[in-house]
């Protein structure tokens, strides 16, 4: 049995815990906030709640298989839902086109857009089956090395095709390279620094299709929470780690400033730029910056609104509806990236969603705030060219003993990205 200490609590922090403790090691989790669960806790003001982070992801057997390995099946706690709809964009020419699941209602929504879009996207995405495949089976679901990759692996990784280069390449239509690119651009990136494989992210969204959680996402934290209980997980919130303890190239325990905490393994489900023993290993690598965010409290009607509305242009404005809200009101999320010089309801309303005079409640976020919050970008490492996903940590580090899980270690930010890297740490670390 090792002595393992997972530094963070947000999604990773929690899945790498729960994932540790069934294999039957001595777990202690560290978080530096009052609660647990990172970017899947809520905003809350006025009787209005939203979800802070994430209000759906792809890829529902990565949570089935975390709470399968960890305990009780999920159906067993929560209520995995799948949505038709993955998203709906609006173009700055007045077009749109509503994204649904499954590839023949695809091939009709870009249909109607313009005769043969359809294919010409089916196709694309299409394109990615063999890459997805070869990041499954080599990157995503086995520990790998960076140093010496498998001969598929690196004919993937190496390709120094952008993903700017390729959606302009494959697509004559603007719009289509825009709703190719979106996913990206969302976290913060510029197509011209991200690898085209990375663009996979849109087979992954039309094969697994789009899910939320009954009741909101932080359900999915509050049950992971439940589950340290259960798989007696020893939690530490409101803690902060300093540093980690290494003595002859092997982590021994984690500093907390006032005292240290001894460990065989520690798992960083946080920024390594945090810890200083880690920050030289990242040095290379810069944080995705989060976008702006506005949490609003509506009265009366309002427009009947997709599970996410993406409005193209400069700002680009992404709006969620959901939440809880009282009787009569309705709770939305608003994120914007780009020229961001006016108030975004002003933004959005040129965009023909004009709401102002309902807003009984308001919430604004900056990208700081939201860094400050959680600790670091939830969003993880800025692509910066193709060199980046070997510049990140994890599963495994240099440092003996010391593994890599979150957005931080991951080629992607979301929920799936993020719960592979804790099964990624969990067959690194084996059973004790």
Do not use: C
């Amino acid at each position: 049995m090792a002595r393992v200490v997972v530094v963070g609590g947000g999604f990773a922090g929690l899945a790498s815990a729960a994932r540790l403790a069934k294999l039957g090691h001595e777990v202690t989790l560290l978080e530096r906030s009052a609660t647990l669960g990172g970017a899947l806790g809520t905003v809350e003001a006025d009787g209005f709640a939203w979800d802070a982070g994430p209000t759906w992801t792809t890829l529902p057997a990565v949570v089935r298989d975390l709470f399968r390995k960890s305990g009780r099946p999920v159906e067993r706690e929560l209520e995995l839902e799948p949505l038709d709809v993955v998203r709906e964009h609006r173009f700055v020419d007045g077009t749109a086109v509503t994204v649904p699941s499954g590839r023949g209602a695809q091939v009709a929504a870009f249909d109607d857009l313009a005769p043969g879009l359809g294919q010409r996207w089916v196709d694309h995405v299409a394109s990615y089956t063999d890459v997805w495949e070869t990041l499954r089976r080599e990157y995503l679901e086995v520990p790998w090395d960076p140093r010496s990759p498998s001969r598929p692996l690196s004919a993937v990784l190496d390709d120094r095709q952008t993903l700017h280069k390729r959606l302009r390449r494959t697509f004559r239509d603007e719009r289509l390279a825009l709703v190719a690119g979106h996913p990206a651009v969302a976290e913060g990136h510029d197509l011209r620094n991200v690898p085209a494989w990375a663009g996979v992210t849109a087979y992954v969204e039309q094969r697994f299709g789009a899910w939320t959680v009954q009741g909101g996402m932080a359900r999915l934290a509050e049950a992971l929470a439940a589950r340290m209980t259960t798989r007696g997980v020893t939690v530490r919130t409101g803690t902060t780690a300093r540093d980690l303890v290494v003595r002859e190239g092997r982590v021994v325990a984690v500093d907390l400033g006032a005292e240290q905490v001894d460990a065989d393994v520690v798992v960083v489900a946080v920024d390594p730029r945090l810890l200083p023993a880690l920050a030289p290993l990242v040095a290379r690598t810069m944080p995705a910056i989060p976008p702006v965010v506005a949490h609003l409290g509506l009265e009366g009607d309002v427009p009947d609104l997709r599970h996410e509305l993406v409005l193209h242009g400069d700002p680009l404005l992404v709006v969620r509806p959901g939440g809880r809200a009282p009787s009569g009101a309705s709770a939305w999320t608003v994120h914007g990236r780009g020229k961001l010089a006016e108030d975004m309801l002003r933004a959005l309303a040129r965009d023909g969603i004009d709401v102002r005079a309902q807003v009984v409640t308001r919430v604004d976020r900056t990208p700081r705030d939201l860094v400050e919050a959680w600790g670091g970008s939830p969003l993880g490492v800025l692509w910066q060219g193709r060199a980046t996903v070997r510049q990140r940590l994890g599963p495994t580090t240099p440092v003996a003993g010391v593994y890599a899980a979150g957005a931080h270690a991951t080629p992607g930010a979301g929920l799936p990205y993020v719960g592979l890297s804790a099964a990624l740490v969990a067959q690194a670390v084996g059973p004790a």
